[in-house]
């Protein structure tokens, strides 16, 4: 297995492993600080342990061994799970959970890390010039990453591009605006885009690092946050206590007013093309095999978290979201009402969803109970299933192919960006500026037919897998937000999506006390998570004022 990189960086609390060039090989490295750069920053070596560091935070109890997918995934309408697991972030009451400051730290230890390299590695002179551009460009992305997910999760926030030192010592910073934040991103984005090399290039880096069709990406997704945000008009979600179809009059996000929609829906459709058009990704022609061992790091995983056994980067993916698993079942599952806005060709439910399990316990289960005609006996073996809240768990076959499913910790690769996100991206955008043209069909459909069976020669895919057709731009817009969520299910994109569209609460109240009684009620609030404690008191630029209702 071949990753990040081979170092070790030294935090002010100890190791932390980023990547190995081989699972077989120990690492020997001499441990770094980021507290002396004038020591530091003297080769090529250490610029590159010195990113390494930025990535690694991405690693740790702030970032994705488990409170941001923890936030970012169990809050949203088409998840359901475990009361004990389910009961905090998961029913709208995200200060109850242990790690609900931690994303503000995670991204903010990325900013500082990121800081650091981009003052420094500028000045190196003993290293490869495409090394150092790459290098800068990792930076300036990782920094725009981070606050890309602290504007979507406080609003505006603090901007601090410089490194706190002797010449740089304030840390009473105000928020800025929420457009002021974007400006922020959008300019690192950029940034991030001139200076890395594309996918394939020889000096783009090892598998996991970011590379130039990632910056385009993300600077297409930053500007269709933008404009959904600040789009009016209406989107049907299907949902409720009944699984009906509701029309809601979307709202303005917060801080997105004036803002100009359609021009940045053409500035994130031109972007996407981009990507597009470069045709240096695609699509795993197989959905089981994308989440397969064998299909990481692939050409539709444009950006995946990398994990290896045995070593400091690792997270309990496999732990909660598998069927079978260390606490016996999986804590957390899609919700039935979900699983049942897929057709039933359709691959993503067919091969995406465990039908078949045997607990750690013994007991053999299958789901769902009104497809017992082809799931209760497989081969020979019969499962069984109560037909209660309880047994009816829909699991995710995502983040189940791991090296050892027995140990809670594990090497479940998380995906921070695929292909399908980008063409979807692509006909969101189209519709909002053109309307539901041949384009934005095609970029639907080519996501679409990846997940049905063909028929007939030459081939074509079944007539269930075609979007339909002559819809009005509303209709397409309620479209490709229901196939976002079937093709992004459990990736943390929905809880976004509703947020960015100004449909969040009005989608989940209407949902009320969902499935396994996990409450899906929300208050104004939950638009926005709260500030760390910590913050509000040392930050004296804030005034100790919260987000709304906090």
């Known amino acids: 297995m071949k990753a990040i990189s ?19 090989k120990a690492l020997q490295e001499t441990p770094y600080s980021f507290y002396s750069p004038e020591n530091f920053y003297k080769n090529e070596s250490d610029a590159k342990a010195a990113i390494n560091g930025v990535y690694a935070e991405l690693y740790t109890y702030d970032l994705y061994l488990q409170p941001f997918w923890n936030i970012t995934i169990l809050d949203d309408d088409h998840v359901s799970g475990a009361d004990w697991f389910l009961g905090t972030t998961g029913a709208g009451n995200p200060q109850a959970y242990f790690g609900w400051q931690a994303p503000w730290i995670g991204c903010y230890t990325i900013i500082a890390r990121a800081n650091t390299v981009l003052e420094n590695v500028p000045s190196i002179t003993n290293m490869d010039a495409d090394v150092k551009k790459r290098i800068l460009g990792e930076a300036y992305f990782l920094r725009g990453w981070a606050y890309f997910q602290l504007v979507q999760l406080y609003g505006g926030v603090p901007i601090r591009l410089k490194a706190l030192s002797a010449e740089n010592p304030e840390v009473n910073v105000p928020r800025a605006t929420v457009k002021e934040t974007y400006d922020v991103i959008i300019s690192d984005f950029k940034s991030a885009e001139t200076n890395l ?18 910056a385009k990406a993300f600077l297409a997704k930053t500007y269709l946050t933008m404009a959904s945000g600040a789009a009016t008009g209406n ?33 994130a459709r031109d972007k996407a093309a981009e990507v597009i058009s470069s045709n240096l990704y695609a699509l795993t022609p197989s959905w089981k095999d994308l989440w397969s061992i064998a299909g990481r790091n692939n050409k539709e995983q444009m950006w995946e978290l990398q994990s290896l056994a045995g070593t400091a980067f690792i997270n309990n993916l496999s732990a909660y979201f598998p069927a079978r698993s260390t606490f016996g079942q999986g804590a957390v599952w899609t919700t039935n009402n979900h699983y049942n806005d ?35 006996v497989v081969n020979g073996v019969t499962y069984n299933n109560s037909n209660t809240a ?38 969101e955008a189209e519709n909002e500026v053109n309307g539901a043209t041949t384009a934005a069909y095609d970029a639907l459909n ?30 397409f817009r309620s479209y490709v937000l229901a196939e976002r969520a079937r093709e992004l299910n459990l990736e943390g994109i929905r809880r976004f999506d509703l947020i960015r569209w100004g449909i969040y609460l009005q989608v989940m109240n209407k949902i009320g006390t969902g499935q396994n009684n996990i409450s899906k009620v929300r208050a104004r ?7 760390p404690l910590n913050e509000l008191n040392s930050n004296k630029a804030i005034g100790g004022k919260n987000n709304l209702d906090w």
């Open 235 to 267: 989107v049907t979600v299907r949902g409720g206590t009944d699984n009906g179809y509701y029309t809601y009059a979307k709202n303005i996000v917060a801080g997105h007013e004036g803002m100009d929609s359609k021009a940045l829906y053409t500035l």
């Open 446 to 475: 080519t996501v679409r037919f990846r997940s049905f069976p063909t028929t007939g020669t030459p081939a074509v895919p079944v007539p269930a897998a075609y979007a339909p057709t002559g819809m009005t731009p509303e209709q």
């Open 342 to 376: 897929y057709d039933i060709e359709d691959k993503r439910v067919l091969d995406g969803i465990t039908h078949n399990y045997t607990t750690l316990q013994g007991t053999n289960i299958f789901y769902p109970f009104a497809q017992s005609a082809l799931y209760k």
């Open 525 to 531: 609030k939950n638009l926005l998570l709260p500030l």
């Open 6 to 24: 081979t170092y070790f960086i030294a935090f002010v609390t100890g190791l932390s492993v980023l990547s190995i060039s081989s699972c077989k």
């Open 390 to 427: 309880t047994s009816e768990r829909a699991y995710t076959i995502k983040y189940s192919a791991v090296a050892d499913p027995t140990v809670a910790n594990s090497d479940a690769f998380f995906p921070l960006l695929r292909y399908s996100e980008v063409l979807l991206m692509y006909a």
């Open 197 to 214: 090399f594309p996918l394939g290039h020889p000096k783009a880096g090892e598998a996991g690092r970011v590379n130039q069709g990632v």
